[in-house]
T-cell receptor
């Protein structure tokens, strides 16, 4: 079955790098996502990585995927106070021919950035 | 701004009542998914609609039902409300094209409180 696990809380100082970790169980996952949720808001897709990739970089964000260990990480360089939010790791198989796509989320990691 | 809207923003109901939550998807998106996010948890997949038919369901009882309309609007209906139904309900729309990343665009959510 599908299961996604994350640590609950991470505190970093402004300007430092943040690393949020995630493990998943389903080796057939096709896409792995990182979503950001600010208080009172919906989910914002930050970045995603396809399962045949090891790394993806997008400005301050670096995603690393270790498919053997089913481990995903999100590194935020030069963390700012505006990065304070809850970060969700999620996995999906991608849509099938009938358009069906279920996304399985982790519990979320609350990132606190200290000025 | 994802182009997905939900109404109402907040809602208070009592146990045993029925509720209808609404979502307006991006134009051209064939799929709409609904998620339940309890406090301190990640979103849990309720079901997905593709071209007005339910094509996938998570571990939720039949009193959770939905409708999708040709004008890219959709509804989530919950009958016989229970206290544990108190949560943030998120809808997400996507193109529903197989073989692609299929990013889902989330609305801001409806906060339902059951007393």
């Amino acid at each position: 079955g599908e299961d996604v696990e994350q640590s609950l809380f991470l505190s970093v100082r402004e300007g430092d790098s943040s690393v949020i970790n995630c493990t998943y169980t389903d080796s057939s996952s096709t896409y792995l996502y990182w979503y950001k949720q600010e208080p009172g808001a919906g989910l914002q897709l930050l970045t995603y990585i396809f399962s045949n990739m090891d790394m993806k970089q997008d400005q301050r964000l670096t995603v690393l995927l270790n498919k053997k260990d089913k481990h995903l990480s999100l590194r935020i360089a030069d963390t700012q106070t505006g990065d304070s939010a809850i970060y969700f790791c999620a996995e999906t198989f991608g849509a099938n021919s009938g358009g069906y796509q279920k996304v399985t989320f982790g519990i979320g990691t609350k990132l606190q950035v200290i000025p | 701004e994802t182009g997905v809207t939900q109404s109402p923003t907040h809602l208070i109901k009592t146990r045993g009542q029925q509720v209808t939550l609404r979502c307006s998807s991006q134009s051209g998106h064939n799929t709409v998914s609904w998620y339940q996010q309890a406090l301190g948890q990640g979103p849990q997949f309720i079901f997905q609609y593709y071209r007005e038919e339910e094509n996938g369901r998570g571990n939720f009882p039949p009193r959770f039902s939905g409708l999708q309309f040709p004008n890219y609007s959709s509804e989530l209906n919950v009958n016989a409300l229970e206290l544990d139904d108190s949560a943030l309900y998120l809808c997400a729309s996507g193109p529903g094209t197989s073989g692609s990343n299929n990013e889902q665009f989330f609305g801001p959510g409806t906060r339902l409180t059951v007393l």
